[in-house]
């Protein structure tokens, strides 16, 4: 198992979850233009395809998640609704993701390189549904969020901030 600096809350940890994925990736660009689009969950629909519906729900006119942001949306063909745990601004986020019969930890980890940012993600189930079908859930995990990642790098690099 590859654990780099991602913070897992004790119930979360990986050798605790039925499910655990980790993907990572080298983007040539800025931590504040990776930022602004991890970041920009309202937008993340347009460029991420297995994300619909985001709604920042404790934020009025911002498209932003911020500190402590709570918000619903709809991934893996299942409504979710997570909040913000960690943030801390071009370095790392991680939310908290509630669905039916699962909950997760979802973390994100930003790490300065020579001409550009190593991009970690990596995600923890618990529940019902993932002691389940665990095989199949980190199996879609491994490749969406790859696919969430190369998004993420076209976005970053081509309207940079």
């Known amino acids: ?6 913070t897992f809350p004790e119930e979360y940890h990986p050798s605790k ?4 994925a980790h993907n990572e990736l080298f983007i040539p660009a800025s ?3 990776i930022w602004y689009w991890l970041t920009n969950a309202t937008s993340w629909p347009e460029w991420y395809p297995n994300s619909a ?14 500190e402590n942001s709570k918000f619903n949306w709809r991934t893996f063909n299942t409504n979710i609704q997570s909040e913000v745990k960690e943030f801390e601004e071009n ?3 991680a939310w908290v993701a509630r669905g039916l019969g699962l909950l997760a930890y979802h973390s994100w ?7 550009g940012c190593l991009v970690i993600t990596e995600e923890a189930q618990r529940g019902f549904l993932p002691k389940l079908f665990g095989f199949f859930i980190k199996k879609g995990l491994l490749k969406q969020h790859q696919i969430w990642l190369e998004g993420l790098r076209k976005k970053a690099i081509a309207q940079s901030v």
């Not at 979850?17 to 655990?20: E, F, H, L, Q």
Request: charged share 25%; hydrophobic share 40%.
């Open 1 to 6: 198992m590859k654990i780099v600096n991602i």
């Open 17 to 20: 979850s039925a499910v655990y």
């Open 31 to 33: 931590s504040d233009s």
């Open 53 to 66: 519906n985001v709604e920042i729900l404790n934020q009025e006119n911002n498209s932003h998640l911020t």
């Open 91 to 93: 370095k790392r986020l």
């Open 109 to 115: 980890l930003i790490i300065e390189k020579d001409r």
